[in-house]
């Protein structure tokens, strides 16, 4: 009998939860409490993944941060190396225009010899003074005028834009007239020499 009592007391004690817990709080409306719904669980790590994902979330925002900050200067760099480059630009098409207004300069006086003398040779002789400075500018810039004139045709160098017949056959291929002067800056090809080749 005693045996049969004690199996129905074990028997219940297994029915029975081995704990229950009872919230207590005020703020803890018991009877509201949708019994169906699954409170969402948030996916639980091991504490060293923790600790490995909120490192590398730490090396992305520094990551951000200094990308942000060289991203800035590679832009404020560029800018000043525009204004630099912009600056210098003026600078160099200054330096280039300057030798010409000595030139325009000598024109207007040679204009003014001309029209005061009344004659022609002056004014030439103005002229004359004017291209020859001009030329002497272009030199100090390093352009040099190609000569052609009674020199073998050189396509590299030269333009033909007609050939003209010869009688002496030793002359053949060679430049016998200038139609216009070709130029050459620091030995860089600027214009061909535009010519008449002789032909036996």
Known sequence: MEL???????????????????DKRHFVDLDNIDKESVPEEKPR????????????????RRF??????????????????EADYGRKLEQEKQKIVLPFLEVLDNLYRAIDAGS?????????????????????????????AIQALNQPFNPNLQEAVGTVALDDPSRDGTVV?????????????LRP????????
């Open 4 to 22: 049969v009592e004690e199996r129905e007391k074990q028997k219940a004690e297994a029915e029975e939860p081995a704990f229950r817990v009872v």
């Open 45 to 60: 790590y091991p504490s060293y993944v923790e600790e490995l994902m909120s490192r590398m979330a730490e090396t992305e």
């Open 64 to 81: 951000e941060e200094k990308k942000k900050q060289i991203d800035e200067e590679i832009s404020r760099t560029r800018a000043r190396l």
């Open 116 to 144: 005061q003398v009344g004659t022609v040779e002056h004014l030439l002789e103005g002229v004359r003074m004017t291209a020859s400075l001009f030329r002497s500018k272009l030199e100090a810039m390093g352009v040099e």
């Open 177 to 189: 007239e200038e139609v216009q002067t070709g130029y050459c800056m620091n030995g860089q090809l």
């Open 193 to 200: 020499a535009r010519v008449r080749v002789g032909q036996a």
